[in-house]
Structures are given as C-alpha cells and as structure tokens.
C-alpha cells in the first residue's frame, strides 16, 4: 500500500462523525398550519395549557427529553420536540397527539437524527432530585443543514478516489460537528439518518446567533454548494445537552 493511499484512508477515518456515544433520537419540528385561524384568549390559553400538559406527559412517559419554543421573525416553526422511540412511526404518533396539532394551530414533521447519548438525563436527574430546580431557559441557536446544488452522497468509488481527494458531503459534515465539538461551542449535534430533506441538526451553546453562523461557515464552507444552513434561535431549559 503506498504512503498516498495510507494518507487518503487516515483522512477519510478521521473525518468521519464520531459515531461513540450517541444515539437515534426523533425531532419533531412544529410549525404553523396554514389553515390557522385567529383565537380568543380563553382559547389560546386553554389550549397552551393542554400543549404544556402533552409535553410533561411525553416526559413523564419517557418519550421526550427536549423541547423548546422558537424565536424567530418572521415564525417558520413554532418549537421543537426531541424525542425517544422505538421507531419513527412511533415517535409520528405520539408528536401527532399534541392538542396544537389536533386542533390545527400546527403541523409537525418528524427526522430521525443521531445525537449524542444522554439529551435529557441530566435535567431529569437534577430535577428528579429537587421539583424546584430552576429551569434556566436560554437561547440555543440551532441550525438545520440541508442539501445544497452540489450535494454528494456517494462515497468515494475507490481507492484512487481517496488519494485524490474525493470526499463526501456528508464527510464534510462528519468533521464540522467534530470541529465544531471541540471548540466547546456545540452542545449537541449529529447527522440526520436515511433519505431526508435534512441532512444534520446542529445545536450550540449560548452564544449568540452571529457567532454560531460564523462558526458553521469557518467548518462547512458553506460557498463550495454542498450544504446550505438554515439558522433558527431555539431557547432550551439549562442541563439539557450533553456536551
């Protein structure tokens, strides 16, 4: 085996995600319905409290171990559920059961993202220990990556390929979480699984909005047209994330 072709397969390893330590979670992504309609206060009221009561049940029944509301302007998606199930039709039946989207204030669509192990245990821990635990909401940016014009998932097709610096999207990506895991910003982040129209899910930790997109533009290289970021503020309870 030659030096070049030892070279191109190190790279190649070292780029990859680290696949250690996580697991497949589902996330729910909830957004307004198109056919929303204007509530009264007592409506909206009474309704918010049924969606808060779903989402402790959820927690309680071990299904989820993240949720958030969204921030943005002008509002694409409401807020996120970050779910564990036995499969994604699962995980589609019990997101679908919340009153919001039972009553048509929103739409969800489901993604199965691999994640890093243990999204939630803390929080429950320390909550489990004392119900008066602070929740200490803070902005998390988030950031969707999907496919751009020149997206390539196909691996590289031999072993000449390697050497002469074929590389994959989603190898690309592999490295940036790495990159970006290091760099003590990310607090949580993996590739989304099988054929979706997104390609990873990227969350930080509380830094600002312009920060987390000039440290997703540093690592993806973003101009090259493999990937396109989506950012979005998404504000999380403290001792949810892992990293």
Same mark, same amino acid.
């Given at each position: 085996?030659?030096?070049?072709?030892?070279?191109?397969?190190?790279?190649?390893?070292?780029?990859?995600?680290?696949?250690?330590?996580?697991? %497949?979670?589902?996330?729910?992504?909830?957004?307004?319905?198109?056919?929303?309609?204007?509530?009264?206060?007592?409506?909206?009221?009474?309704?918010?409290?049924?969606?808060?009561?779903?989402?402790?049940?959820?927690?309680?029944?071990?299904?989820?171990?993240?949720?958030?509301?969204?921030?943005?302007?002008? %509002?694409?998606?409401?807020?996120?559920?970050?779910?564990?199930?036995?499969?994604?039709?699962?995980?589609?039946?019990?997101?679908?059961?919340?009153?919001?989207?039972?009553?048509?204030?929103?739409? %969800?669509?489901?993604?199965? =993202?691999?994640?890093?192990?243990?999204?939630?245990?803390?929080?429950?821990?320390?909550?489990?220990?004392?119900?008066?635990?602070?929740?200490?909401?803070?902005?998390?940016?988030?950031?969707? &990556?999907?496919?751009?014009?020149?997206?390539?998932?196909?691996?590289?097709?031999?072993?000449?390929?390697?050497?002469?610096?074929?590389?994959?999207?989603?190898? &690309?990506?592999?490295?940036?979480?790495?990159?970006?895991?290091?760099?003590?910003?990310?607090?949580?982040?993996?590739?989304?699984?099988?054929?979706?129209?997104?390609?990873?899910?990227? &969350?930080?930790?509380? %830094?600002?909005?312009?920060?987390?997109?000039?440290?997703?533009?540093?690592?993806?290289?973003?101009?090259?047209?493999?990937?396109?970021?989506?950012?979005?503020?998404?504000?999380?309870?403290?001792?949810?994330?892992? =990293?």
């Amino acid at each position: 085996m030659t030096a070049r072709l030892i070279a191109g397969l190190c790279l190649l390893v070292s780029g990859a995600y680290a696949q250690g330590d996580t697991e %497949i979670y589902y996330v729910g992504l909830l957004r307004p319905a198109a056919e929303r309609k204007l509530l009264s206060r007592e409506d909206g009221e009474r309704l918010q409290a049924a969606h808060m009561a779903h989402i402790r049940k959820m927690a309680e029944d071990g299904y989820l171990v993240a949720a958030g509301p969204f921030e943005d302007t002008p %509002i694409t998606i409401s807020g996120i559920f970050i779910l564990k199930a036995a499969s994604l039709e699962e995980a589609r039946r019990i997101a679908r059961q919340d009153p919001t989207i039972v009553e048509k204030r929103n739409t %969800i669509d489901v993604h199965p =993202w691999r994640g890093p192990a243990g999204i939630g245990e803390e929080y429950r821990r320390l909550h489990q220990a004392d119900p008066k635990t602070p929740e200490g909401m803070g902005l998390h940016p988030i950031v969707f &990556i999907r496919p751009g014009p020149k997206w390539n998932s196909q691996g590289p097709g031999n072993a000449s390929d390697l050497v002469n610096g074929m590389t994959t999207s989603s190898q &690309i990506l592999g490295r940036a979480i790495n990159g970006m895991r290091r760099t003590g910003k990310l607090v949580a982040g993996g590739p989304v699984e099988g054929e979706d129209d997104l390609k990873g899910i990227l &969350i930080f930790d509380r %830094i600002s909005l312009k920060v987390a997109m000039q440290a997703v533009s540093e690592q993806l290289e973003l101009q090259n047209g493999m990937m396109k970021a989506e950012y979005h503020e998404f504000y999380s309870a403290a001792h949810v994330f892992p =990293w």
